[in-house]
């Protein structure tokens, strides 16, 4: 078994996007500025927006963070929005989501101009990935294909079962890896919370994508020998161990399914950390006009 280290993955991206904004400096252009949105007060959404502003200071980015509360009106956050699409200075920007109960996500989605959507969240550029089309890819799939591509893993011909159907991960994931090209050809199952005998269809993947939310899901007897496993689940379970009282696990039952498989995402280290290099990739290319 093989670990896939997005740390490791993650920190040669990241010197490589650096080296690219030290060239754009040296030719005397703009450098890409990523701007995050970060409505309340919720504690997963805060660190996730400071670590994105952590990753673009990294890279020599520039990066702007506002923050209102979560008492601001919808028409308030479209008013960001509209100003953000007009400001030729940002070439890309956020609006960290969940957003408070009494905002229209999908009306704030709708908003931001889809040539500064770098979440890859806007249907056109849902649509135009779905199509092969150049496009904005939402960050977790961008960064499981990057995965996938640097530790030159064999997609082609593969059977691919997705766990989970969300708009951001599992049903983005599922068009990506069953489109032509690499790290593409599979054959895709993508599978949910109505689907018949979930084991017996993840037993017959070569790549498993675990992205449903509930801790250790996937189970040591679901996984195939040599199957290649990306556990792109986030969720946190007590541990009085801890100086926190919690502790990082994923959707699959890392220390029944490692063994077994050929590669393995372990959380936290993995698909988490290249979800925030895919978003600096996206945004170097709203910056120098590779998608728009
Ligand atoms: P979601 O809640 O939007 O979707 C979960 C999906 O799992 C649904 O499609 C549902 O049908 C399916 N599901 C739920 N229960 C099921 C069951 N018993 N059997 C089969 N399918 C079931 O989730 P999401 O936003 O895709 O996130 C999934 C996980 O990934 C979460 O733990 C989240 O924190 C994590 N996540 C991580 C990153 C990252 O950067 N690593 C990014 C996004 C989400």
Redesign the pocket.
Known sequence: MQLLDGKVLSQTIKAELALEVAQLREKGMKVPHLVAVLIGENA?SQV?VASKIKSCEEVGFKSTMIRRDADTTEEEVLDIVRKLNEDPDVDGFIVQLPLPKHINEEKVTLAIDHRKDVDGFHPINFGRMAQGLPAFLP??PY?IVEILRRYNIETSGKNCVV?????????PISILLSRKGYPGDCTVTL?????KD?AAEVRRADIIV??????N?VQGDWVKEGAVVID????RIEDPSKKSGFRLV??VDFEAVAPKCSYITP?PG???????TALLMNTLKACTGEIY
Not at 163 to 171: A, D, K, L, P
Not at 191 to 195: E, V, Y
Not at 232 to 235: A, K, L, P
Request: proline share 2%; no cysteine; glycine share 20%.
């Open positions: 997963a996730y960050a977790t960064g766990v989970g159907r969300s708009n951001i991960v599992g049903t599978t949910h919370s109505r689907t979930l675990a992205a449903i939310g509930i801790p899901f792109v689940g986030i969720n994923g959707d959380v993995g698909v988490g950390l290249m979800t925030v």
